[in-house]
């Protein structure tokens, strides 16, 4: 009687609904734990060893995990495989002659001219997002900054092949090399991504130990970024190929920084528009003026306050904001006023300015008056 092999998640110490995540952590500490180097001359170990490393192999792999959910280890065995036994097989009997008329049919779509007898390129390496923030005058005048990041890169001791230096591949016994197989659903052959090999056709004769067959290693990377002025939150810089390693020799992903401004003591930003509010006297408001306001790039810019001004009233400094991201110029600054009321009074100016209130006319404060006089209206009628 045939040994019964163990369940995989049971091999990995972890629940049927874990996620990739757990799955990678949970499979580096079997594996760091019985690894050949670390248990020499240990049978034991190196059988646990490879069990994890099966295990993980089919686990994180969707369509492998899929299938394995489904059918258990009779997935990738020889039952599978034939035409008596239902699930995935080559289209056998009855139900292949029906996959053979959908690919005279319909072609690429359904039979041979799609994955079945052309293997499945390798998938390129994924795409990684770095979040990095930056100050306004950061954003303002551009930098240049290094980060470190542990990324997935080319195994050196394979070459990224993921195969054991002097060991190779050879045709994968599920598939026979087609890089799909096929699953009978009703009526119908549906042809799928052989799970075994993942759509290859060939698998590795012996996986190479330091990258365990994946043909990548996380490493630590330290990498240079150019950040331009005029970068706003939301703004992306793409490093072609600083992502993921592709597997086994595959090409590699993208790096994406996405950039987050700060936000700032006094500039409140909207595109390539600067805002901020300056809060002035009553009687500069009145007599008019100047405000002098720090510019980013280290000037000042002297704003005119005309007589009369009121709160909420805005200024606009042309030239003055942000600066155009990848083009030329900069954009405008916005000074909203506010008019202050003063808190503290010297008995001399209480005198000032109740002698000036006895000369009020009601001239001098246009609004004020057309409020009053509308109110009065009202509740006159």
Avoid at 118 to 133: F, N, T, V
Wanted: negative net charge.
């Amino acid at each position: 009687m045939a040994a019964t092999q163990m369940d995989y998640y049971e091999t990995l110490g972890v629940s049927r609904d874990a996620d990739g995540a757990t799955l990678k952590s949970a499979y580096r500490k079997l594996a760091m734990k019985w690894h050949p180097d670390r248990n020499p001359g240990d049978a034991e170990a190196e059988a646990r060893f490879k069990a994890c490393n099966e295990a993980y192999e089919c686990l994180k792999d969707p369509q492998k995990r899929a299938a394995y959910d489904r059918f258990g280890h009779d997935a990738f065995t020889q039952g599978m495989n034939g035409g008596g036994g239902g699930g995935f097989g080559q289209g056998q009997g009855d139900f292949g002659d029906i996959g053979d008329i959908f690919e005279t049919i319909f072609g690429s779509a359904f039979g041979g001219g799609g994955m079945g007898g052309h293997r499945q390129q390798q998938r390129r390496g994924a795409d990684l997002r770095y979040d990095m923030q930056v100050s306004l005058d950061e954003a303002f005048h551009g930098k240049s900054t290094e980060i470190e990041i542990e990324v997935s890169q080319g195994c050196e001791t394979c070459d990224g092949t993921g195969a054991k230096p002097g060991t190779g591949e050879r045709l994968c016994n599920l598939c026979h090399g087609q890089g799909s197989v096929r699953a009978k659903q009703g009526l119908f052959v549906v042809e799928r991504p052989c799970p075994t090999c993942s759509g290859r056709g060939q698998v590795i004769e012996e996986p190479c130990r330091e990258c365990r067959g994946e043909g990548r290693v996380d490493q630590p990377q330290n990498l240079k970024i150019d950040i331009p002025p005029g970068v706003d939150t939301g703004t992306r810089i793409r490093l072609a190929g600083k992502g993921e390693a592709g597997q086994r020799g595959a090409p590699a992903g993208d790096l994406y920084i996405f950039i987050h401004v700060k936000p700032h003591s006094l500039f409140e930003r909207e595109g390539t528009t600067l805002a901020t509010r300056v809060p002035i006297s009553f009687t500069t408001a009145a007599l008019g003026g100047t405000v002098d306001i720090p510019d980013l790039d280290g000037s000042t810019n002297t704003v005119e306050i005309p007589a009369g001004i009121q709160s909420g009233k805005q200024l606009r400094v042309r030239g003055a904001g942000m600066p155009v991201l990848q083009g030329r110029g900069r954009g405008d600054l916005v000074v909203e006023i506010k008019v202050e009321t003063p808190t503290r009074l010297s008995r001399k100016q209480k005198d000032i300015l109740t002698q000036f209130r006895d000369t009020e006319t009601g001239d001098e404060c246009p609004e004020s008056r057309s409020f009053f006089a509308k109110l009065k209206d009202a509740f006159s009628a």
